[in-house]
């Protein structure tokens, strides 16, 4: 009989949902000054049911103990073709417009992408690192236009370099960007994914109930469980930090958001019958993750046949902690890494440079969901994630994935020394467990290249141009 990914799934697969990096301490540590605290080892598991995977994140040794529901589903058509690319120019001329749910609000006079409300030419908009007090009835707009240069800018001892980048300080502006306020709904009303039923209370529990829904682009959703000033913020930052990935790091976003959405042109492993890509992306900002990341793959509940193969469009949901990244935890999320004495400071920072990094981890490990039938080295990473008896069982995957995320902001900048290095203490972690393993030599041979920058780097998952 032919193995099909949800069959295997059907034979009691266990996975769990665990933290990302962007967490809240390095593996093993529990403190923000460095000091070892307690390594938590518990791993919460849920079986998958026939047709729905779930993956795992930790940053470290630790698990989160969160449990990973599943997703089913009933009948639907799969959508194909969908891509997260977006187009947009370099100079737009938009006017004004109201925005309702369902519609975008545009307002400008001509202005140049990448450049942020306000007088910056001037000199007259100065940082802040507080998030303002705002208006009920702007918040009800849904239009973000509240957000101005004073939230976006850096003092001059924080500017990039001639020739540099910078997440941080980079202007922004979101005239000519497409995106769009869907109201409040449930996810499964929002056509993220091919079933409109898969988000139950049994089923990704987490996602369940309404939802402040923004569309970006075509196929990329964020979604907020309220509606106050930091909530919009953490939209805009996240619209944000994908259009400056978009358009800095093209490749990048290339390999992770626009060649995803394609079936992979090689064929199956012998034995497996079933090919993944992703019809679009969730990114919610819930209380799911222990620390500040976690994210899954929701399987396509209706897969399409053709030529003997079961073709599913997937659904990555990456969930962000709304709690955790507000930096007023001395333990966990944003403050650990920023260290500001203001939470608002820490929780700014978080989203104005180091939620790229988040995106493009999580979305890391969503790309091996997406090979899992097609690479032999994808298989055996998403395969042992339900191994129990796995050396390394999520270190190995991490390690993996953080090389690969870190390396690439290392080498191509826009995200700080001070959220970098905190990660490589993480990297170190997993890695000293790696290395202990029986099969670290067959590791090296799979995914060892000197990355030229430092040795922690050296195993990866692919490179990011």
């Excluded at 942020?116 to 009800?140: F, H, I, K, R």
């Excluded at 929002?190 to 369940?208: E, Q, R």
């Excluded at 042992?384 to 870190?406: I, K, N, P, T, Y």
Aim: negative net charge.
């Amino acid at each position: 009989m032919r193995t099909s990914q949800s069959s295997l799934s059907s034979l009691g697969f266990t996975l769990a949902l665990a933290a990302a990096p962007a967490c809240g301490g390095p593996a093993g540590q529990t403190d923000s000054d460095g000091s070892a605290g307690t390594t938590s080892t518990s791993d919460a598991t849920t079986t998958s049911e026939p047709g729905s995977t779930t993956t795992v994140e930790p940053t470290g040794p630790t698990s989160t103990g969160t449990t990973a529901e599943t997703s089913t589903g009933t009948t639907a058509e799969a959508s194909t073709g969908t891509t997260a690319e977006v187009t947009t120019g370099t100079t737009t001329e938009t006017s004004t417009s109201t925005t309702t749910a369902g519609t975008t609000t545009e307002t400008s006079t001509t202005s140049t992408q990448g450049t942020s409300t306000g007088d910056t030419e001037s000199g007259l908009c100065e940082p802040t690192w507080v998030v303002p007090d705002v208006a009920a009835d702007a918040l009800a707009e849904h239009d973000l236009l509240w957000i101005e240069c004073e939230l976006l800018s850096c003092g001059a001892d924080e500017q990039p370099g001639p020739g540099e980048t910078s997440l941080l300080c980079d202007e922004f502006t979101l005239d000519g960007v497409p995106l769009e306020y869907l109201g409040y709904l449930h996810p499964n009303a929002t056509g993220a994914f091919t079933t409109d039923d898969v988000i139950t209370p049994s089923n990704i529990a987490w996602l369940d109930g309404e939802r402040h829904v923004y569309r970006y682009g075509e196929s990329i959703y964020v979604m907020t469980e309220q509606d106050e000033a930091r909530d919009q913020l953490e939209v805009f930052f996240t619209v944000r930090a994908l259009e400056l990935l978009r358009v800095d790091h093209p490749a990048t976003y290339q390999a992770l958001l626009v060649d995803t959405a394609e079936f992979p042109a090689e064929s199956p492993i012998d034995g497996l019958g079933w090919k993944n890509r992703r019809r679009s992306v969730v990114i919610s900002f819930d209380t799911t993750p222990l620390y500040i990341a976690a994210g899954i793959t929701v399987l396509d509940a209706a897969p399409t046949q053709d030529q003997g193969l079961d073709l599913y469009s997937n659904v990555p949901a990456i969930s962000i902690d709304r709690e955790t990244i507000l930096g007023s935890s001395d333990q966990i999320g944003s403050r650990p890494i920023y260290q500001k004495p203001g939470d608002d400071e820490n929780f700014l920072r978080y989203m104005r440079e180091g939620v790229a990094e988040t995106l493009v981890h999580e979305l890391l490990h969503r790309y091996v969901d997406r090979l899992n039938s097609v690479d032999a080295a994808m298989n055996d990473l998403y395969f042992r994630r339900g191994d129990m008896q796995a050396c390394a069982r999520f270190e190995l995957e991490e390690a993996l994935v953080a090389a690969a995320s870190l390396l690439h902001f290392r080498a191509a900048g826009g995200v700080g020394q001070t959220y970098l290095d905190y990660y490589d203490v993480v990297l170190d972690a997993n890695l000293e467990v790696v290395m202990q393993c029986p099969e670290f030599a067959t590791w090296e041979a799979q995914f060892s290249a000197p990355s030229g920058v430092d040795p922690r780097y050296d195993l990866r998952l692919l490179d990011l141009e």
